[in-house]
T-cell receptor, first 113, second 115 residues
Framework: DQQVKQNSPSLSVQEGRISILNCDYT??????FLWYKKYPAEGPTFLIS?????DKNEDGRFTVFLNKSAKHLSLHIVPSQPGDSAVYFC????????????FGTGTSLTVIP | NAGVTQTPKFRVLKTGQSMTLLCAQD?????MYWYRQDPGMGLRLIHY???????AKGEVPDGYNVSRLKKQNFLLGLESAAPSQTSVYFC??????????????FGQGTRLTVV
């Protein structure tokens, strides 16, 4: 059973606007959450993370929000750029599960110039 | 700095053949992982290792074996390949959680087709 879910397989956004990617999880023991970006024919690259003791983490144009009560996190990209077009995976881990990272199914973001 | 290197990058196997995928990391990471990526399924953990000489099963371990004889290398073996193992395989590595929360670094992937 998928413990990390990304219910939107794809998203299209105009350049300069905000992109919001969503992720839900079911395991309440998860305490660390990450977003990865993946271009075709490349491996995923780390983008931003958040610990469960925080509800927001910001890095330049990227902000991740965590709502623990709803078991939901989101990635905001502002402003969106054509180079942001990629597949975005969210991932989660729990300290008591031996460092395993559980990934969602990914959201393909297209930023239209 | 090479990071995580996977070999080979592409391979076509016939059903029943065997092969080994090699992963090497130069970041002195304790943990290493093998994932497979399939359309609509995201990244699923096959096996992982928390240190030299240790391995553990992930979400989808059946049909695969692994070995971690050296800290920097993690091998994934397919003893008798099946068409269901057609996938893109990613190796990753990370520091131990005991060092604090950390991210995994991924290799470029191996595209395997079993015919």
């Amino acid at each position: 059973d998928q413990q990390v879910k990304q219910n939107s397989p794809s998203l299209s956004v105009q350049e300069g606007r905000i992109s919001i990617l969503n992720c839900d999880y079911t395991n309440s023991m998860f305490d660390y959450f990450l977003w990865y970006k993946k271009y075709p024919a490349e491996g995923p690259t780390f983008l931003i993370s958040i610990s469960s003791i925080k509800d927001k983490n910001e890095d330049g144009r990227f902000t991740v929000f965590l709502n623990k009560s709803a078991k939901h996190l989101s990635l905001h990209i502002v402003p969106s750029q054509p180079g942001d077009s990629a597949v975005y995976f969210c991932a989660a881990s729990a300290q008591n599960t031996g460092n395993q990272f559980y990934f969602g199914t990914g959201t393909s973001l297209t930023v239209i110039p | 700095n090479a990071g995580v290197t996977q070999t080979p990058k592409f391979r076509v196997l016939k059903t029943g053949q065997s092969m080994t995928l090699l992963c090497a990391q130069d970041m002195n990471h304790e943990y290493m992982y093998w994932y497979r990526q399939d359309p609509g399924m995201g990244l699923r953990l096959i096996h992982y290792s928390v240190g030299e000489g240790t391995t553990a099963k992930g979400e989808v371990p059946d049909g695969y074996n692994v070995s971690r004889l050296k800290k920097q290398n993690f091998l994934l073996g397919l003893e008798s390949a099946a068409p269901s193992q057609t996938s893109v395989y990613f190796c990753a590595s990370s520091y131990s959680m005991r060092r604090g929360q950390t991210e995994a670094f991924f290799g470029q992937g191996t595209r395997l087709t079993v015919v």
